[in-house]
């Protein structure tokens, strides 16, 4: 992947039925952001490795590429941008997986647009957050090395002593996918509970 370029009020959104992309794509678009509607994977993955947009609203079941082939190809976690995924009540597993391939958050349908305008304000917000601080963490402890960038901020929160609402506010993005995350990294670092978590990781302070 070459240099990305960030366009900062662009929101990409990703979804093969025309009615969905319109209807996100009208409420984006009277909040000043520009939208870019794609009814494929191919063309959306063309577009992003050379153009970063604010944020990408991407659903989970397209044909051809599904959105976790997207999220693999894209190598989602080292992507300077926040993917949401669009998942129906009955993909919450899937929604899981896409987590753990880089996606930032999820959406549950049925959604309304409303509620995604505020997730999406409220993740660009915490992105602009974390470019402008850093995540705070460049300290080695024992599994460090096993973590993605999302899940070294997500720990960075709970050794803080943050709730997973609290983390979430912080970060931008659910409580339900702060567990995810923890429970990803408690597997990664071989920590029994939240306290032996904290243990591992004050080998060396992250603060």
Do not use: W
């Amino acid at each position: 992947m070459g240099t990305l370029v960030k366009m900062d009020r662009m929101i990409h959104i990703v979804d093969d039925d025309a009615a969905v992309r319109d209807a996100l794509g009208v409420v984006f678009m009277l909040e000043g952001f520009q939208t870019r509607g794609f009814e494929n994977g191919a063309d959306f993955l063309a577009a992003a490795k050379d153009n970063a947009p604010a944020c990408v609203v991407l659903d989970v079941h397209m044909p051809g590429r599904s959105g976790l082939d997207i999220l693999r190809e894209l190598n989602a976690h080292h992507y300077p941008t926040p993917i949401f995924i669009i998942s129906g009540q009955g993909d919450i597993p899937m929604a899981v997986q896409a987590i753990k391939n880089g996606a930032f958050d999820f959406i549950e349908k049925p959604f309304d647009a409303e509620t995604v305008l505020a997730r999406v304000k409220e993740a660009i917000a915490a992105a602009d957050r974390r470019s402008a601080t850093g995540d705070g963490i460049g300290e080695v402890f024992p599994g460090s090395e096993l973590l993605t960038p999302r899940e070294r901020e997500v720990l960075h929160q709970i050794a803080a002593g943050a709730s997973n609402k609290e983390a979430g506010r912080t970060l931008g993005i659910s409580p339900r996918t702060i567990e995810v995350h923890r429970a990803r990294i408690m597997e990664k670092l071989g920590a029994k509970n939240a306290a032996d978590l904290v243990r591992i990781v004050l080998t060396n302070d992250l603060r």
